[in-house]
């Protein structure tokens, strides 16, 4: 915080670049935060950027490459050989290590593991690589301070002291017994308000939550985030402790989650940002636009069944987009909500119940909304009083089914497995856009009968 | 995690509670965790609740209060005396206790606060009521470990001790001077691993960040996620420590904007969920609807101003809601990634550039989408190829202008101190729509002269 992140530190490293003040510039970077580093590599041309990553040494520049976007560090990591790769690596905790050789091309990150010269360190790392990423055992990281259950609180404290060496926050001691099975933790507090002469198994806090190596990310971000825990320790099938999650790292997964639903519901399908090349952006928005394409042909096609509705009451027509937009933005207000009930595991009730009042809920707006587009049909837009009961008839009903729509479908993909994000946005619209239109000229027909 | 939360068990509770069973309740409640007691409270009748709340005693149900809803903790202390609301605040964190004071009616709180007894914990509750809630002032409590810079590591070990009694998680030991400014902080781990011989003044990092009591929420959950921070001191504007800011209350601090974003990207502008009453959420998502309805009613008249074109090309008129599907969700794509870049201070270049890179964009997703709908009208649809072109170049020209509006309201808005998120959803694809009508047709016209 103390540098300035500004236009004239990017020309004044790059400009020492180009001189090769190696000196000058390990004055400067020593003092930034590695997280600032990052924001100022993200900033300076390609060649530079290699340049600093040789220069700084591995045991800064393994922080900064974390910091950094998977799309930079793969550009920086293309620079470098498997030598150089491996010292980043070595400097790493265990789960950033492995995220970092999983983004590794398969013969590169052989070459670099055969470099790895720590072998617990390695295995370690080759056993985090086999868990699913979005698991536990994907988020999980080795490093951890453990105590076997029947030392004594002045043991423990020297293990500690040496384990702490390699663990960047301890947060909890974990108390394990002799096959390694997790039976209970301990807080740096306790034991530093604990007698000396004490043994761990009189102090220790037999009630721990955990998780399976298998559990969901999203469940363990639930699970931390409900008991406010800043770390969970990861057990295998057998109670054994594998590992521990940290909230650092569930606050980066939470934000992206979040991130991703979000730009879902804005019909986005690939982790993109605004930095991102025109290409990647289109193969990240192109597909939702083709959807939406496709459903638009399919309107096109309903609307030419009833184009002798067009010659009767050429009025109806103008009418199209606001029934098409009312059937979007309601479909896309329920299915939201149904999808944060999905996320926060707060849907109560029964489905019937959920439905029951989404109708009730869409009676009460369609018959306020349905009076405000009578009174502008007849007061403002001057037409016949039929035709402002049609469209206001119709605007009741298309509500009614849309938030229909968009209720049951998350609902429904959800129980099928399938991620009920991809339902918000461009689906929801473009389906209600259709059903709205087809509902809209039923009723105008039955009504207005031409 | 021990107790499996299901129907039964509510059940049991409410024949309990029936049975005024109190001993078995207490035995039942006892070993369950506070969020867990919170979530069997939800499903309770209003009646249960109170008497659990009541029977239970402050000192677990002030934890569980903080993990309610705002609405069912509102109908809670509505059930409770001044009295009863105080002994629960009593045993509250400052800042957990600060929110709940401010929830309350001024008359109430005015005699909640007259009963409480401890005058250190009520001062430090009344000082943190001083802050904008959305600040760092108001996101942090008082409850904190510091240490003065001249004393030795033996006696801040025996201070510890002691101020750690009062604070769940210690996290880091702030290093104050005489005036209790802030100079540092230390570690536990440091201080587990110094000689006992050693002074505060040798071994305390002088590094550490910190912010303002003034700085937004939104900047404090910026830093603490980039530094991976778990606690951030506050200080006022003599640097003097006023309290700290903690990552469990950032994570919900983060979930709670996410969510917040989410539902105004839905239209759904104030915080509800699936389980708020139908009048909360017609609250919450009428306004938008009507706002749809008055955009309806402008692309009523718009049309209406290109009637003679409907006699001359009815098929035209087919491809309305194509168009305007394509200028909702261009419009909202482009506008999403603008917000999350604002959001995370991650928009890079000038707005030209921004520009260019979406005209860029727009002109290869909207050459593909010229090519497929031409493909489509003429060997799909079977119609005229004048047609198929005119319909193909508004596209091109629509997906232009509505990216156009989505990057740039957002831009507008944050410069003009509003909040950007609110230009998403249903406010974009509403001025979209009527843009890209009106477009359409003055480009129909223009080609096929009607």
């Known amino acids: 915080m103390a540098v300035e992140l500004n236009e004239d530190l990017i020309q004044q490293v790059e400009q020492l670049v180009e001189q090769k003040a190696d000196e000058k510039l390990l004055d400067l970077f020593g003092d930034i935060h590695h997280a600032d580093i990052a924001e100022i590599l993200d900033d300076l041309e390609q060649r530079s950027v290699t340049y600093v990553i040789k220069l700084l040494g591995s045991e800064k520049t393994a922080e900064v490459l974390m910091e950094l976007d998977d799309d930079d560090r793969e550009k920086i990591l293309e620079n470098l050989s498997a030598r150089e790769i491996a010292s980043e690596i070595q400097e790493m905790d265990t789960d950033d290590a492995a995220d970092i050789l999983a983004e590794l091309d398969l013969i590169i990150r052989q070459r670099v593991i055969a470099y790895l010269d720590d072998e617990e360190h390695a295995s370690n790392i080759l056993e985090l690589l086999k868990y699913d990423e979005n698991s536990a055992g994907g988020l999980m990281a080795k490093e951890l301070v453990k105590i076997n259950e029947n030392r004594s609180v002045t043991n423990c404290m020297s293990q500690m002291r040496e384990q702490a060496e390699e663990v960047t926050r301890v947060h909890s001691i974990y108390v394990v017994d002799d096959q390694d099975r997790l039976k209970g933790r301990l807080s740096l507090k306790d034991l530093l308000t604990a007698a000396s002469s004490a043994n ?251």
């Open 200 to 450: 761990i198994s009189d102090i220790y806090i037999t009630k721990v939550d955990f998780v399976d190596v298998n559990t969901e990310g999203e469940e363990v971000a639930r699970i931390m985030q409900k008991y406010d825990l800043e770390a969970i320790p990861v057990v295998n099938e057998l109670g054994r402790l594998m590992g521990r999650v940290t909230i650092d790292d569930m606050v980066d997964f939470i934000k992206e989650e979040a991130e991703r639903d979000y730009q879902l519901a804005a019909g986005i399908s690939e982790d993109v940002d605004s930095g991102d090349t025109v290409w990647q952006l289109t193969r990240a928005r192109l597909p939702w636009l083709i959807l939406a394409l496709i459903g638009g042909f399919i309107s096109v096609n309903v609307l030419g069944l009833f184009q002798p509705a067009m010659r009767a009451h050429e009025v109806l027509f103008f009418f199209v987009p606001l029934i098409a937009a009312m059937a979007g933005n309601v479909g896309v207000q329920s299915s939201a909500i149904v999808l944060q009930g999905l996320a926060n595991k707060s849907l109560k009730g029964t489905l019937w119940q959920r439905l029951i009042k989404e109708i009730l809920l869409s009676l009460l707006n369609g018959f306020i909304l349905a009076i405000l587009l009578i009174c502008g049909s007849v007061f403002i837009l001057g037409l016949d009083f039929t035709i402002g009961l049609t469209v206001a008839i119709s605007l009741i009903s298309v509500i009614l089914t849309a938030s229909m729509i968009g209720t049951l479908i998350p609902i429904i993909l959800d129980k099928q497995g399938i991620d009920p994000a991809m339902a918000t946005g461009p689906f929801i619209t473009t389906s209600n856009d259709i059903c709205g239109i087809l509902i809209f000229f039923s009723i105008a027909k039955w009504i207005l009968g031409f």
